[in-house]
């Protein structure tokens, strides 16, 4: 089992910046890959950001030049800074962990974009 817990998230205006922060415990051992995925309402679950074990980075296209994903493996913690942010980026963001057999969610975190 892996437990992830999210922080950062919060009101900011557009253009402005957050980062939000993922720590993960428990069966880290196992686990090839985080990410971040976010959720508005109405939507669909997407994938925001990637990163391998091995430091592959992948991007939404929408995300681009914008956010980046990052690793601290001595805290066991991946980070999104968001930069540039649209009130379109509004939405719940999750942390993901996969292993490759099991998918394990934070609990989500509010992000909010004002114009």
């Known amino acids: 089992q892996v437990q992830l817990v999210e922080s950062g998230g919060g009101l900011v205006q557009a253009g402005g910046s957050l980062r939000l922060s993922c720590a993960a415990s428990g069966s880290i051992f196992s686990i090839n890959a985080m990410g971040w995925y976010r959720q508005a309402p109405g939507k669909q679950r997407e994938l925001v950001a990637a990163?391998?074990?091995?430091?592959?980075?992948n991007y939404a296209d929408s995300v681009k030049g914008r956010f980046t994903i990052s690793r601290d493996n001595a805290k066991n913690t991946v980070y999104l800074q968001m930069n540039s942010l649209k009130p379109e980026d509004t939405a719940v963001y999750y942390c993901?962990?996969?292993?490759?057999?099991?998918?394990?969610w934070g609990q989500g975190t509010q992000v909010t974009v004002s114009s």
């Open positions: 990163i391998t074990s091995g430091g592959s980075t």
């Open positions: 993901n962990a996969t292993d490759g057999l099991f998918d394990y």
